[in-house]
């Protein structure tokens, strides 16, 4: 079985897309493959930033032969329509047999479709592949009509076997397929040609080019590290940056270089920020201070002078760069110290939040008033939490968050501090962007939750307001990840908040929106903004194995509106079904439920009228009462106090006595007064389940 080897020379592929690139040729080339007949041992795909490569093992060299009956039409039928089956069919008269179905005799043919060779099906499926490769951009070159990311110079396409390799014979728009491919772009630049994947990845590295994005990922990592630590720093840990530096570079070679003094006192963000995004820098920090003292750069060759033009060169447009963010941070402190912020603030008037919902400074007032609101409920003091609000945005006007504005919030603690305002709400104009995601570190500060939690609820309670929600998987103003930050806000602090309630964030949330004046409509939204909350909970719980079922169980409960205790109520009870006793119990419940729901539909009747021990006849029927009595009195107090787990252990704790009734009584006895007190002791094992949660909404 012969292997193969595509390479894809290039001019430059942006770092960004070579990752999905790589997979997207191994998945279309492998699956055209497959569909043509071969199977394949492994496959494996690299990218470098001018070369997409895919090596197959165990290529099988032909298709299989393929034998398929055909059957025609009728025997007898016009002859028209005989010639029309024997044309499509690729066989003579003489081929054909008759055989007798149900519905008459019929012509069969066999068809025999003769296995194609290795060669010609990749041929086939590789020009496929590249004439619609699915480029996220793309660009013609030339005078041909062939698209790809940057003009490609060569394709690679050989079979190799024990014996020799070929060349797959592949012509794509005057590109010629070879064995030839080249290596570093200025190092090594002279073509060559190779037999295999193991000749091609050696000689590469001979020409220095490292092919596997891994290698050169741990390669950047590891000499980062060492020069760092030989000089008593630390590099800031950047997996997204190592990966595209990664897909900058063929042979990468490591390069530490020094920050000017005059930026050594801007803030580590603001350093790191800068470097990464305008220079694709490594931030290098002293341990001890937390600055950032140096920087590292990855070169993509090998120099004489073992990289200081190449360092001087990148010192001097990192000064450049540094000059830009100091100018921006001395006049942004300037106002922060001098003025307070409040020019800031003012302009926020002039800036439009969104064109149904006002301005920022709009929006502002309305998270100011419902933090102020929220304090006492989070443990905030309001007085605090209001004048973080009010402060919170203020960097969106500022120079450097203009110029970055993956910084604000952050810049917005720094001008804040240098302003004389109360470190919790310095701390609160940082963290109200918090949690971004379901990773993000919580706020825990009491002003950051207030703020943090009024800047989501109004958020969502505005779009609700305009009927601007989520489809599908458009959501365009994030609003699935603020009502996840409410979610997360609510139950890592504990934070007893009943959204829906009169006087509640929802409610008090949607007042303040532009058009809703009628209650009829703020209830309305509410009611829908809650159903929200519960989807993204479960989603959010699916983590945990909370089921959606047992979620929806504990949704029926009064106080649903309350994430904690909506939250701890679906935990204890997803901890019970997960029990042998729980699964039993439900599943008797549900028995007894079925039972009781037939049995009052042919009576007419409710059984909700208690049952009496004296009718009693079973020891098990005894028992059972016995059972129910001692679950009420565990169960009321626990579910008064709110252990839900105590509750619902007690609950499961009625599976031996309900599944030992089930056993030994006959339900529907002819005596009808005993019938009933039956009927209606189920319907206190009905009664006493669904005081914890919902069973019927279980599912199994």
Known sequence: MPDLLIELFSEEIPARMQARAAEDLKARVTDGVVEAGLTYAHAAAFATPRRLTLALEGLTDHSPTLREERRGPKVGAPEKAIEGFLRGAGVAREDLVEREEKKGTFYFATVETPGRPADAIVAEVLEGVIRTFPWPKSMR????????????????????????????????????????????????????????????????????????????????????????????????????????????????????GEIGAEFLDLPPEVLMTSMKEHQKFFSVRNPKTGRIERFVTVANRETADDGATILAGNQKVLAARLSDAKFFWDNDLRVAVDAKMQPWTDRLADVTFHNKLGSQAARIDRIAALARELAPQVGADADLAEQAARVAKADLSSEMVYEFPELQGLMGRYYSEAAGLPAEVAAACEDHYAPLGPSDAVPTAPVSVAVSLADKIDTLTGFWAIDEKPTGSKDPFALRRAALGVIRLALVNDLRLSLEAEDGPLIRGLSAQPGMDTESDRIARATDLLAFFHDRLKVHLRGEGVRHDVIDACLAMPGSDDLTLLVNRARALQGVVDTEDGTNLVQGFKRANNILIQAEDKDGVEYRFGADPKFAEADEEKALFAALDAAEAEIAPAMEREDFAAAMSAMAGLRPAVDAFFEAVQVNAENQIVRRNRLNLLARIREVCLQVADLTRLEG
């Open 141 to 256: 070159w030339g005078a041909g009509s062939l698209r790809w990311v940057r003009p490609l110079h060569r394709i690679l396409c050989i079979l190799t076997d024990e014996a020799e390799h070929r060349v797959v014979p592949l012509n794509v728009d005057g590109i010629e397929a070879g064995d030839v491919t080249e290596g570093h772009r200025f190092m090594a630049p002279a073509p060559f040609s190779v037999s295999g994947f193991e000749d091609y990845a050696a000689k590469l590295k001979r020409a220095k080019v490292i092919l596997d994005p891994a290698e050169r990922a741990e390669i950047i990592r590891n000499d980062a590290e060492q020069r760092a630590f030989a000089s008593g720093l630390e590099v800031v840990e950047d997996q997204g940056l190592l990966a595209e530096v990664a897909g900058l570079v063929e042979w990468p070679v490591v390069l530490m």
